[in-house]
């Protein structure tokens, strides 16, 4: 086959995000190629959420620059880079609780459709696809925290991202579920998704990650394959004790 060259689906470029004196990123320069899966490991405190807040728009950089799908999106509001394309995940889950889960999902779903029925028809295709079918009627205060995940991304993938954003999409979630969610993220990338996964658990990074960034106090510390990556030095160092923590 010959070889397609890929194409940059988003840049960031020399981003720092500062509260007051807090440097929570410095510096940070990454890219995300269209269709690749990339993993941001770090310990607690890194700046890997901050990192997606600043690409989704929840915070303006303090400097530096996000390209998306050629587009200059730092200064696009969050509702903005939404439509651009872009969605996340929460790590704390923030579904409406005393809506049902396809209710919830309706959320994303009216941005594209006029009439209720039409968006509820959509919720339901993107229920389905996070295997909550048998869940769609039930309050999202009802759910199990495997399922609040499950219902967050089918929330993100009403708005027809093209790149997804899951902030420890296995965080909390007990052993025996993480399997599934690992082939829900896999599905999605088959069906043309580009994901960046704030990720914890060595088993997902490795099972699901193109390539990984490695941060520490908001800089990156080292990049590669995760193999690569995890192996290094100074991020055995940092990193091995957290592996332990979050299992
Ligand atoms: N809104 C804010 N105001 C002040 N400081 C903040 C704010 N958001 C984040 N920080 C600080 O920035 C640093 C990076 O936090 P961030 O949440 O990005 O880390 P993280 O890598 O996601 O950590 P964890 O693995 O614990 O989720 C921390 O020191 C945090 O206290
Ligand atoms: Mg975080």
Redesign the pocket.
């Known amino acids: 086959m010959p070889n397609v060259p890929s194409k940059t689906l988003l840049r960031v470029d020399d981003i720092t995000m500062a509260?007051?004196g807090?440097v929570?990123v410095a510096n940070l320069s990454l890219t995300v190629e269209t269709g690749e899966i990339l993993a941001l490991v770090?310990?607690?405190?890194?700046?890997?959420?901050?990192?997606f807040h600043v690409i989704a728009g929840v915070h303006k950089p303090t400097a530096g620059r996000i390209i998306f799908d050629d587009q200059d999106i730092t200064f696009y509001r969050p509702d903005g880079r939404c439509r651009a394309g872009v969605a996340r995940t929460f790590?704390i889950t923030q579904p409406f609780q005393e809506l049902t889960v396809e209710e919830n999902v309706m959320v994303g779903s009216l941005a594209y459709h006029r009439s209720i029925a039409d968006a509820r028809k959509d919720a339901r295709r993107y229920v389905g696809m996070v295997g909550l079918s048998d869940r769609a009627n039930v309050l999202a205060k009802g759910l199990s925290t495997g399922q609040r995940k499950r219902l967050e991304m089918a929330r993100a993938m009403a708005t027809r991202p093209k790149l997804l954003l899951l902030d420890?999409v296995t965080g909390g979630v007990d052993q025996k579920s993480i399997p599934g969610l690992i082939e829900l993220v896999k599905q999605l990338r088959r069906e043309g998704l580009t994901l960046v996964i704030?990720e914890?658990n060595m088993r997902v990074i490795n099972e699901l990650a193109d390539r990984a960034i490695f941060?520490n106090r908001?800089k990156k510390m080292a990049e590669g394959t995760p193999e690569d990556v995890m192996q290094r030095p100074e991020v055995v160092e940092l990193y091995l004790g957290e592996e332990v923590l979050h299992g």
């Not at 770090?42 to 990192?51: F, I, S």
């Open positions: 509260f007051g807090i929570a770090g310990p607690n405190g890194a700046g890997k959420t901050t990192t790590q420890e704030i914890h941060m908001g």
